[in-house]
């Protein structure tokens, strides 16, 4: 008799909860990323954070052989290009000009999150370029039918990029500042990568936090107390709202609350407590880690406390990246503060994909030129890193 061909079959979903989380973290867990796993993702939809109300509409698509589940694309419509820090704002603009539509756009990312990592959920096993092609044929078909004007993957995966560019995507070339663990032993060994000027600088802006009686403690899985997450949401949004409309507010204080029962295994937090008082800390730092890479989300204190945001986001958690086998940190968007404190600029990538021929010419057209600015950029800021002469 003739062998049975595998039956396919591919069902988009408006939640991840419509997915069993076992089934879902099958494919995730193995990944480097922790910003994939069911339940930070279901996190973002359930605490409303994620949502069509907020312009994050889910829609992810799943593909099944009989019933088991063995990839997933996390998707999502998008009404605006708000919390990606992926700036299209001028592809939105050019697209207006012409008289073609922007929005909605489907795009693959992790909300609110602007670190690397992103790809398709595959299963071990299973060929990856030819389930790509499938889902890749089903987002084409997707948008086209729905008027779609374009899909976008962001900070994306790098060792999954070249199979998206292989079905015709185009990559965009960006930048994030990445600080990487070069063999490092001890805090003092990172101190010897930087020129005496600044070696001396980081050393006064701990020595700031200490001498007004703060200390920094790193808290993680169940040491940290349940109170410590709805007082996290406090610092983030404080935080936020001294940037007013700038701010990025995107998440809600129930997503913080959540974490506690559903993701406390991968919070850290770095509280700064007074030595005086230690019910309660003044300033709170937000990362995640997972296997050897550790990433900084948030941030905030109730008081302006000198080099306090130094330490709690760059020093405290270095130290402990050192001490506990991290290869690679992640500070979070932004480079303001972070070049001087030795996190390099590192490229990362989107990938993008126009159905209208107009604009897809015009990104093919322009995209080199623009991939090599950024890149001469990237040297540039790189050149200019505070090391001494041998390191340099």
């Not at 079959?9 to 099958?26: G, L, T």
Request: with cysteine; net charge negative.
């Amino acid at each position: 008799m003739e062998q049975l061909k595998p039956r396919y079959s591919i069902v988009w979903i408006n939640k991840i909860a419509e997915v069993p989380q076992d089934a879902w973290d099958a494919l995730a867990l193995p990944l480097k990323t922790p910003f994939l796993e069911w339940r930070w993702l279901n996190n973002l939809e359930t605490s409303q954070s994620a949502t069509a109300k907020t312009g994050w509409l889910p829609n992810h698509l799943t593909l099944w052989r009989d019933r088991m589940l063995i990839a997933v694309a996390p998707l999502y419509l998008k009404g605006h290009s708000q919390g990606e820090f992926v700036f299209d704002h001028q592809w939105a603009e050019l697209s207006d000009r012409i008289g073609v539509q922007y929005y909605p756009k489907l795009l693959g990312m992790t909300p609110f999150t602007p670190a690397e990592g992103y790809r398709f959920l595959i299963a071990p096993g299973e060929d990856e370029n030819e389930i790509t092609a499938m889902i890749v044929h089903e987002i084409d078909s997707f948008c086209i039918k729905h008027g779609i004007s374009g899909c976008h993957f962001l900070y994306v995966d790098p060792e999954w990029r070249p199979v998206l560019e292989r079905q015709g995507f185009t990559t965009w070339l960006h930048h994030s500042y990445i600080w990487e663990n070069v063999g490092f032993r001890t805090f003092d060994d990172y101190l010897a990568l930087f020129n005496a000027n600044q070696r001396r600088n980081i050393k006064r802006e701990r020595k700031a936090v200490e001498k007004v009686g703060l200390r920094l403690q790193p808290l993680t899985g169940d040491e940290i107390p349940k109170s410590l997450f709805p007082l996290m949401y406090q610092f983030y949004a404080d935080t936020c709202d001294k940037f007013g409309w700038w701010g990025s507010k995107y998440l809600t204080k129930r997503f913080f609350e959540q974490l506690h029962s559903d993701y406390r295994h991968r919070v850290l937090f770095f509280a700064a407590y007074n030595e005086q008082d230690s019910r309660q800390p003044i300033g709170m730092s937000f990362c995640l880690f997972k296997g050897d890479r550790l990433y900084g989300r948030y941030w905030g204190s109730f008081q302006e406390i000198d080099c306090l945001h130094f330490d709690a986001c760059y020093y405290a958690p270095i130290e402990w990246a050192i001490a506990n086998n991290i290869e690679i940190f992640d500070p979070g968007a932004g480079g303001r503060h972070k070049k001087r404190r030795g996190f390099p600029a590192m490229p990362n990538h989107s990938l993008h994909r126009f159905y209208n021929s107009r604009l897809e010419q015009i990104l093919s057209r322009y995209i080199g030129e623009v991939n090599q600015l950024e890149q001469q950029e990237i040297e540039a800021i790189n050149a200019e890193l505070p090391f001494s002469q041998k390191e340099g």
